[in-house]
């Protein structure tokens, strides 16, 4: 009878499938699966249903709504910012100091931490990570030597010890490669020593440096990435090698727009993950996340809000929603480096034909939008909008306003900003380019005169020094996959790139290659070797090689270094003045700012457009999620991601209708075609 009954079972098993899979076969997912200890728990031993082991993954994943990202989830990059890469990073990555998350009354008691930080989270020694971190020369609040001593239990998930050697890693990436986003910390270190077995980390710095608890975030494997010389610029495209956290990635799918993280094994701290999985999936709109809350699809949706969607997700039964304001601003940078507008009086009559709302208004498809303030600038001569670039050598092309390809918000902005300058009279285009070469070519070189890009808020010393200091380090030009969308060059031009010694850095070897049209490129990533002592070090070895079509009539690239976090290629002395007293501890920040933001607005170089601000609903389905969710603590740039490692699922909520019971990709199908 056992066999007969079981045999019935298998086959109406079989035919239900089949009637799915017909049905579903336009938007294939992933096949369900469940550990082998779950197989017999049921109906007396018997294997479960499909839909049973479904249901039963399904039981252990946490899923978050979240906008449209890019599958480079490398933190340090100035794409890095973006909230989903943050997100991961935050709960993949060891970081030596963490945001606090001990509550009271009232929610989370943010105390105001001292010399730069002032205005930022307060940030508390890793205890999972460090033992101790000590001051071991100079003053408590801005010493000139730290301690970390790595807790004997930290490891990889593959294993691998986190040692001081992940430490150095990260400080040698920082201080030369292009495109990173909060180098200057890093700038002030002259050693990096490992003793101790790999457990003893001595750091010795410059000079006095009162931001040290923001250094050393997001530690990455260097015995992967080192020793595998990969491209700082790319390794983590569409992966990350090894987890340091509660958490893993298992899978990014960017074309699906779905990101897996798993529950990492070897994570040794005190807060495991609650959940076995947490999935981040792109939602193309407020009604459709609005509708995969309902029915239980996802159960958590963090979005930048058009004008209605606050008041679209409230509409849902038992779904908590919040504000939340990150620490990122976007904007417009002009590049100093390019000839069309090297001129300070053409920089302020072209941002002075701007309407910075309006062209927030657009980016965010809402009204109540507010822009960042900044002091005001003098508009200059009018006639200098339309007039031509009186610097020598100026190319005659349309000015070339930069994004990067997979940020939409920048390109929608930069859009915006060609159409406001076409209508004054100005010849502009929009160029969206790979990051990499934005950073690392186009815009150190000058072949792009201005770039729409998403920036840390000036809110602290750090902020200041990464944006508009003149910059301690050398970081070799590299070599961009395809010349600047549009440009033509009048004849076959061979170039020698070499990057040079910046002030304060070590002199190093540059490979220089010359090849004319046609030839085929050569690698042009900067390479960096382990370095334990010493000022920071130059790239080792940089190949900068640039074939096709080039401005003959730009600036020479051996006048230049590769673009950091400074966008703009801003060097004033008193800005490095100011900040350098602010860093040192002689000074707080609040007794400069004034001067700070006086001194850039005067260079004519940064447009604020709006600071970013999203939505975030949470469904009953939540649990582990504490209190009501404006007192939810935040790190000012991950978000609401903090606490995700204790988040876990509760039960489905029921669906009102068949209709609601669809698959994800078929809402989200839905939802696209209205």
Not at 99 to 104: E, K, N, V
Not at 209 to 216: K, M, V
Not at 256 to 278: C, F, H, M, Q
Not at 331 to 337: A, H, K, P, R, T
Request: charge should be negative; include cysteine.
């Amino acid at each position: 009878m056992r066999t007969r009954r079981n045999r019935r079972r298998l086959c109406a098993a079989v035919v239900a499938a089949g009637v799915v899979v017909s049905g579903c076969q336009a938007h294939p997912g992933d096949a369900p699966t469940v550990d082998d200890r779950q197989l017999g728990e049921r109906d007396g031993g018997e294997n479960p249903s499909p839909h049973d082991a479904a249901t039963a993954e399904a039981a252990r994943t946490v899923t978050v709504g979240v906008d449209s990202f890019a599958g480079n989830l490398n933190p340090h990059l100035i794409g890095g910012v973006s909230p989903v890469t943050a997100e991961v990073a935050s709960l993949t990555l060891p970081s030596a100091f963490i945001p606090r998350q001990a509550t009271g009354a009232g929610g989370p008691q943010p105390v105001t931490a001292a010399g730069e930080e002032a205005g930022d989270v307060d940030r508390v020694l890793n205890r999972d990570l460090l033992t101790s971190a000590t001051v071991t020369a100079g003053d408590a609040a801005a010493p000139t030597a730290v301690r970390y001593e790595i807790t004997p239990q930290a490891q990889w998930s593959d294993g691998t010890p986190i040692t001081g050697s992940d430490f150095q890693y990260l400080r040698d990436m920082m201080v030369s490669s292009p495109g990173v986003a909060d180098p200057s910390g890093y700038e002030r270190i002259d050693s990096v020593e490992v003793s101790g077995g790999g457990r003893t980390v001595d750091v010795t710095f410059r000079g006095p440096y009162a931001g040290w608890h923001s250094l050393f975030r997001d530690l990455l494997p260097s015995h992967i990435y080192r020793s595998e010389a990969k491209d700082f610029q790319t390794m983590m495209d569409g992966a990350v090698a090894a987890s340091g956290g509660p958490f893993q990635v298992h899978s990014v799918d960017a074309g699906r727009g779905v990101i897996e993280l798993t529950r990492n094994d070897r994570y040794w701290g005190s807060t495991p993950a609650a959940t076995d999985k947490l999935a981040l999936t792109t939602v193309p709109s407020a009604a459709t996340g609005a509708q995969m809350l309902r029915t239980g699809q996802i159960q958590m949706y963090l979005t930048r809000p058009g004008q209605t969607t606050g008041r679209t997700l409230a509409q849902v039964p038992g779904v908590r929603t919040g504000e939340v304001d990150r620490r990122v601003m976007l904007g417009l940078f002009f590049n100093q480096g390019s000839p069309l507008v090297a001129d300070r009086d053409r920089r302020a009559a072209l941002a002075s034909v701007l309407d910075p709302a309006l062209i927030a208004q657009i980016t965010t498809g809402r009204e109540d939008v507010t822009v960042p303030s900044r002091p005001e600038v003098p508009s200059g001569d009018p006639a200098a909008v339309t007039a031509e670039p009186g610097a020598q050598g100026a190319p005659a092309r349309p000015l070339r306003i930069a994004a990067a390809t997979d940020d939409t918000s920048a390109v929608i902005a930069a859009r915006t900003v060609v159409d406001e300058f076409t209508t004054a009279g100005v010849d502009a285009t929009v160029v969206t380019v790979d990051p990499a070469d934005l950073y690392g070519s186009y815009l150190p070189e000058g072949e792009v005169d201005a770039v729409v890009a998403w920036q840390t808020t000036d809110d602290t010393a750090r902020d200041y020094a990464d944006h508009y200091t003149c910059g301690r380090s050398a970081r070799a030009v590299t070599t961009p996959s395809r010349p600047v969308p549009g440009l033509t060059a009048e004849t076959p031009t061979a170039t020698s790139t070499t990057a040079p010694a910046a002030p304060g850095a070590t002199s190093g070897t540059a490979a220089t290659t010359t090849t004319g049209q046609g030839a085929a490129p050569s690698s042009g990533t900067a390479r960096t070797t382990t370095t334990t002592t010493g000022t920071a070090p130059a790239p080792a070895s940089a190949s900068t090689t640039t074939t096709g079509a080039r401005d003959p009539r730009r600036s020479p690239a051996s006048a230049v270094s590769a673009r950091a976090a400074n966008l703009t290629g801003m060097c004033d002395p008193g800005i490095d003045a100011a900040v350098d007293r602010v860093r040192s501890g002689a000074a707080p920040l609040d007794s400069v700012r004034e001067e700070l933001d006086a001194r850039v607005s005067a260079q004519a170089s940064v447009v604020p457009f709006l600071r970013d601000h999203q939505v975030l609903a949470v469904s009953r389905q939540l649990e582990g999620a504490p209190g009501p969710v404006d007192e939810w603590p935040t790190d000012p740039v991950a978000g609401p991601f903090v606490a995700a490692g204790q988040w876990r699922r509760g039960p489905v909520p029921a669906r009102p209708t068949d209709e609601d019971d669809q698959p994800e990709e078929a809402l989200r199908d839905g939802f696209d075609q209205h």
